[in-house]
């Protein structure tokens, strides 16, 4: 299990913090996103061993109804068009959680679910996503215990936490000054954010198959990362390029939870974001206290940032006089227009 946690959490698939840039109104997008990252990894793998044992045909246990059965099997058409799927959701005569749970307690098979207890979970490095039991009504609040990443924000620590976020050319390389691992640095920051009750996110999204789903998922690492890397980019990298960047990276992360992971575009897009994060390099320190992360201050070699412009004390290199002509010709638009609609 463990490599199979791990698997993923190498830099040319993981770190997806450039899918950031879009609000918080597709939440689902960056932190799913991020997970997929890694079940692809997963996916890749169990082609792999198929190949070394000779299998003809791979299984999983999706249901019929979500979007992971798409992401499977567009991995397995992607590395091996040859291979053969076995989804028992969709053959058998299994029709709900409470059948899988008699399958498996009759062919003496652990599974950590009980028909009291019946949340649909999906657990990696990056997040813990909880589906079904009371959740399936959106007007219930989930219960304190079904949590299992993340304290409870209102009894988390009374003191706030600094934890400073190290970028080398848009990937994270440390945490408070101490290099680590992709998979290490992300654990670390899991336990870190999750005392602090960071990363939870309660919401309804609209699965690929065309139905709506409620879900529940924790990413107290994941948020870290994307809020550090976002506030980093706002001092390395320029207007037009930021505008550029989170427009694609829309189009990226519905590519990924679509399940074209393999697909050439997303490739392709790899290559544009790698470019323009070459400089997204410096540090930001952020505060974690009760379930909000506050970014207190960033640092960059490549910063954009100029103290000696931006000051309302000075004025060397910007001459505040400037800005006049530069409104009237912005401006023009706007003013013919209200010169037509008054006769002028």
């Not at 649909?120 to 079904?132: I, V, Y």
């Not at 699965?207 to 529940?216: A, D, F, N, P, W």
Request: aromatic share 10%.
């Amino acid at each position: 299990m463990g490599k199979s946690l791990t698997i993923g959490c190498r830099r040319d698939i993981n770190f997806p913090l450039y899918s950031g840039g879009f609000d918080w109104r597709l939440k689902y997008r960056i932190f799913n996103r991020q997970n997929q990252d890694i079940s692809f990894c997963h996916l890749k793998a169990m082609v792999d061993v198929a190949k070394e044992v000779g299998a003809d045909a791979v299984s999983h246990g999706c249901t019929g109804k979500g979007n992971d059965q798409v992401r499977f099997e567009l991995t397995f058409f992607a590395l091996n068009p040859e291979l053969n799927v076995v989804a028992p959701w969709r053959e058998w005569e299994i029709k709900g959680r409470e059948d899988a749970i008699e399958y498996a307690k009759k062919h003496n098979v652990p599974v950590p679910v009980t028909k009291k207890s019946i949340y649909s979970r999906d657990r990696n490095l990056w997040h813990l996503s909880h589906e079904g039991d009371i959740l399936e009504d959106p007007a219930n609040e989930p219960s304190k215990d079904m949590y299992m990443m993340t304290a409870d924000p209102e009894d988390a620590p009374d003191i706030p936490e600094y934890v400073e976020i190290g970028i080398l050319s848009g990937l994270p390389i440390s945490v408070n000054g101490k290099e680590l691992s992709p998979a290490s640095l992300l654990s670390e920051l899991n336990e870190i954010g999750g005392r602090h009750g960071i990363g939870r996110i309660d919401m309804v999204e609209n699965r690929l198959v065309g139905m709506k789903s409620r879900g529940v998922y924790e990413t107290p690492g994941g948020t870290i990362l994307f809020t550090a890397a976002r506030e980093l980019e706002s001092l390395t990298l320029d207007r037009e390029t930021m505008q550029v960047k989170d427009s694609l990276a829309l189009k990226y992360a519905e590519l990924v939870y679509a399940g074209r992971w393999f697909d050439p575009l997303r490739q392709s897009m790899d290559a544009f974001m790698e470019k323009i994060t070459e400089t997204t390099t410096g540090t930001v320190t952020l505060k974690l206290y009760k379930g909000s992360v506050t970014v207190v201050g960033r640092m960059s070699p490549y910063s954009l940032y100029r103290q000696d412009i931006s000051s309302f004390e000075s004025g060397q290199i910007y001459d505040q006089a400037d800005a006049a002509g530069f409104i009237r010709l912005y401006g023009l638009p706007t003013r013919v227009r209200a010169m037509l609609e008054k006769g002028i």
